[in-house]
Nanobody, 124 residues
């Protein structure tokens, strides 16, 4: 069993930055692929970014490429999402997720554990 807790959400003006953190329980964090998803009000949850077990392979949805960076610190059991140049359309609840395969996954069904989410609101 893996427990995931997200931190770092909040209210920011357009053009600003936020860094989300996701702390994982357990001693096998370094084996998991990790991902960030988001769900805006009235919309389906969507993939944002994913990273493999080592941090050496990352993948992003097109709309965040060049603005968001996913990274991980296996010694701290934590994955991060650095979000720069934020736009109002980035407003959503952001979730982190863990995939037992250890690889970079983009589909919800490929993830086995989920956090509760953290709200990010970008004002115009």
């Amino acid at each position: 069993q893996v427990s995931l807790v997200e931190f770092g959400g909040g209210l920011v003006q357009a053009g600003g930055s936020l860094r989300l953190s996701c702390a994982a329980s357990g001693r096998t964090f370094s084996r998991y692929g990790m991902g960030w998803f988001r769900q805006a009000r009235g919309k389906e949850r969507e993939f944002v970014a994913g990273v493999n077990w080592s941090g050496g392979n990352a993948y992003y949805r097109d709309s965040v490429k060049g603005r968001f960076t996913i990274s991980r610190d296996n010694a701290k059991n934590t994955v991060y999402l650095q979000m720069n140049s934020l736009k109002p359309e980035d407003t959503a609840v952001y979730y982190c997720a863990a995939a037992l395969t250890g690889q970079t996954m983009v589909l919800e069904v490929q993830y086995d554990y989920w956090g509760q989410g953290t709200q990010v609101t970008v004002s115009s």
